[in-house]
């Protein structure tokens, strides 16, 4: 499956073309609604449509019983998880976030978000990128899920959390989905501290995946080489450091940000069963403690009244060695990758923006856009992946030609994607100066939008004039 498609029809037709929707009509009109929204991803569905015919049949779309959010989406999915190469090592990001709509919008269907006063639902996310290259593959998999009653205090105690309608399910329930990866492939689900949880590592294992995975739980009882049984604050207090490394700390709204100077240690663990034990993990787990290395980071000067850094992050990788603790960090400084998706989705696609009349209707727009998100995201990466391939390897030769025109650039007919790319993220607002650094997804969507009208209208030009 191609990196990046920037002809809106030729993406459409590949992403939604084998879409089996119970008639053929409706994959077409598929095909037709998510090409509109790849020219405008923030417009509304009036603004990307333009004439009421064709959005009224988004809006038919959309209502059909068969057209659901898992029978758009997973094609997708389908494709991204069997484009692996055999010998590659992917990366699979999972994470949540909430679509929330506000607590004005009275849908039928929608749940509480955040303290229970908005009006939305959740997305459950697998996003796969490759731990090379750090490249976009797409979506592996998702989870749509709805909070049923607003968040209330609840004690924390160990029998709450095992009980078995938990909504930390789901981070078990999407590994299940992504499923064991092809015949000579690894992949490495990576998630936060809400994966924290025996059952994760039990999924990922059984599905026969790696993981990086941070802990949440220090107080956790392991067993180290030696025999004993430990909580792992103890056990990680008893490790020498062994070296020192830079953390780069993103800013909050109480800090700003900075490079924090942190030790490393690592450690070899077996995690034993909780001790609050689910029918789930006396028919599937191991009976023997499950075998893993540790790895700690930990800022040991911190600036006055800022809060020090420390991450603890299990992994079934091995953790013998500085090399080996560094691929376990590396894999987990990529996380933030799938907020980035959220932010595509929310921001570059304004998917809570979007005014449906159910919940049903708006979770299947949602399965577009994120499809779409993935688009936007991947514009970010196509000169990193193969910076000398030529421009009209990937776009209109057309469109080549207008970009150099427009950017009133010499004509180069053997123009490479990445010049290519710097000149759509200049057209979006990149101003292309030494400390500017590569140009993000939000100037080349802008960019891109600006192309397209460009090509619009000089395709409707040299209509007029034959």
Not at 312 to 327: D, G, M, N, R, W
Not at 356 to 378: D, F, G, M, S
Request: with cysteine.
């Amino acid at each position: 499956m191609p990196a990046l498609i920037l002809d809106p029809q030729a993406w459409a037709t590949q992403q939604f073309g084998s879409f089996e929707l119970g008639d053929r009509r409706r994959t077409r009109r598929l095909m037709k609604v998510a090409m509109q929204a790849a020219a405008r991803p923030d417009a509304s569905t009036p603004d990307q449509t333009e004439t009421w015919a064709d959005c009224k049949a988004a809006y038919r779309l959309f209502d059909e019983d068969e057209v659901t959010f898992q029978a758009i989406a997973e094609p997708h999915y389908r494709q991204v998880r069997a484009a692996c190469e055999a010998g590659s090592l992917k990366l699979i990001i999972n994470d949540t976030t909430e679509i929330d709509y506000g607590r004005q919008r009275h849908v039928p269907g929608l749940g509480p978000t955040g303290k229970g006063t908005g009006r939305g639902f959740f997305l459950h996310t697998a996003l796969m990128l490759d731990s090379v290259t750090r490249c976009i593959d797409g979506l592996a998999g998702q989870e749509l899920f709805y909070r049923q009653s607003p968040v209330r205090p609840k004690p924390h105690n160990n029998s709450r959390r095992r009980s078995e309608d938990r909504e930390s399910q789901v981070w078990g329930r999407l590994i299940d989905q992504v499923g064991p990866p092809p015949e000579g492939v690894k992949w490495v689900h990576v998630c936060d501290r809400g994966a924290d949880d025996y059952e994760v590592f039990c999924h990922a294992r059984q599905q026969r995946c790696g993981w990086v995975i941070r802990a949440a739980q220090l107080t956790r009882l392991l067993c180290p080489p030696d025999g004993r049984t430990v909580s792992l604050e103890e056990y990680l207090a008893e490790q020498p450091a062994r070296g020192t490394r830079e953390v780069h700390v993103p800013a909050t709204p109480k800090a700003p940000r900075r490079t924090a100077q942190v030790e490393l240690r690592y450690a070899s663990i077996a995690m034993p069963w909780p001790k609050v034990v689910t029918a789930w993990i006396r028919k599937h787990a191991p009976k023997e403690p499950l075998p893993m290395g540790v790895v700690e980071l930990r800022e040991v000067a911190p600036p006055p009244g800022v809060e020090p850094v420390r991450w603890v992050l299990y992994s079934s990788e091995p953790a013998t060695s500085v090399p080996e603790a560094e691929t376990i960090i590396d894999y987990y400084e990529q996380r933030p990758t799938v907020e980035e998706f959220h932010k595509a989705l929310k921001t570059g696609c304004r998917v809570e923006k979007r005014y449906y009349e159910t919940a049903a209707r708006l979770e299947r727009v949602t399965a577009v856009l994120c499809v779409l998100a993935v688009r936007l995201l991947q514009m970010k990466t196509a000169a990193r992946e193969n910076p000398e391939q030529p421009a009209r390897e990937v776009a209109p030769a057309r469109w080549v030609d207008l970009l150099q025109r427009v950017r009133r650039k010499p004509f180069d007919p053997a123009m490479t994607i990445r010049q290519f790319v710097r000149q759509l993220a200049g057209l979006g607002g990149h101003l292309g100066r030494k400390g500017d650094g590569e140009p993000g997804w939000i100037t080349l969507w802008r960019g891109l939008e600006k192309l397209l009208l460009l090509v619009r209208g000089a395709d409707v030009e040299r209509r007029r004039c034959g």
